[in-house]
């Protein structure tokens, strides 16, 4: 690891303007993804300014009737608070699936959704990666690719964004709430929030240099019975192969996300209209681009699977 200096922010917008201010400063607060990036010499950040004492930890009602979540809410905190159990049961579930016990004491709300991918070759750093180097190429494209992406990718990179919270947060419509350096605020969709690759994956979402999350809002209870599924290669401590994050009402109308298929968590709106009909005419055009490996297509099937799992045991 290589040496930095380190310091505890006073405030929010302090925060955003120090890390605008040093150049190669990054943000740190359950350093669960981070430290261990640093160890590695992936992330090489030469100041860390803490977040840890802003007061963003707590869990509050909104006036439309949602909730608002501070960006330092730990991972566990947020699974067990009551109103997250009764109302958005999907996300409880989705946060339970991740991880471990002592991982989610400590990895927060933001931290989650700032994680970097899992991919084997952006961890090997003897291999090209363009999240890593960009122009270097992407290692995984004729590589073993069975963990990785088949939709939302391109020539640049096929990684996937490993968080099972975002997917729930992508099928409740949360927004991200966010600090410039200038102390303006501002409120992200998480359908804008994580970036698809492009010809720049080491872009990963639509934060601004120095921006600071400082809360995540959902709005008022969608109803209907939720579901997360996470099929994995081990029962604990493992990424999603594919993982499906549900919303249902008694209709058979609602929403549906995807996680360890894409760049971010996948979605699409007009997927959904399909749902009364069943799992396979929702996956088609869910994946209606897909662009799969000969390692991964099986994801393809994999999703129509899962949904189907999903829709049997909402109809249960």
């Not at 330092?72 to 009764?86: P, Q």
Request: glycine share 8%; charged share 25%; with cysteine.
């Amino acid at each position: 690891m290589k040496s930095f200096t380190y310091e505890r922010a006073t405030s929010a917008a302090d925060a955003a303007a120090k890390a605008a201010g040093t150049p190669g400063a990054r943000f740190i607060a359950g350093g669960t993804n981070l430290l261990d990036l640093m160890k590695l010499e992936i992330e090489t950040p030469t100041h860390l300014i803490d977040v840890n004492r802003l007061g963003l930890d707590r869990i509050e009602s909104t006036d439309d009737g949602g909730l608002r979540i501070g960006a330092l809410v730990r991972n566990t905190d947020l699974a067990s608070d009551e109103r997250v159990r009764r109302d958005y049961a999907i996300l409880s579930r989705a946060l339970m699936a991740g991880a471990s016990g002592q991982l989610r004491n400590k990895a927060t709300t933001a931290g989650n959704l700032m994680q970097r991918t899992r991919c084997p070759y952006f961890y090997d750093t003897s291999q090209p990666c363009n999240k890593r180097r960009p122009g270097s190429g992407c290692s995984a494209l004729d590589g073993f690719s069975r963990q990785l992406g088949v939709i939302g990718v391109s020539d640049a990179c096929i990684a996937t964004h490993p968080s099972d919270m975002a997917v729930a947060m992508r099928a409740l419509d949360a927004k991200v709430e966010t600090v410039k350096p200038d102390g303006a605020t501002r409120a992200i969709p998480i359908a804008d929030f994580h970036r698809l690759p492009g010809e720049a994956p080491q872009v990963e979402t639509a934060l601004e240099a120095g921006e600071l999350i400082t809360a995540v809002t959902l709005p008022s209870p969608p109803g209907g019975r939720h579901f997360y599924r996470k099929v994995r290669d081990r029962a604990s401590y493992a990424f999603a192969l594919v993982s499906v994050g549900a919303v249902i009402h008694p209709d058979g109308t609602g929403r549906v996300a995807v996680g360890g298929i894409a760049p971010r968590p996948w979605r699409v709106e007009a997927a959904e209209t399909e749902m009364p009909s069943g799992a396979k005419p929702v996956a088609e055009r869910l994946l209606a681009d897909a662009r799969p490996t000969e390692h991964n297509a099986f994801k393809l099937t994999l999703v129509e699977r899962t949904l189907a799992a999903v829709l049997e045991e909402a109809r249960s």
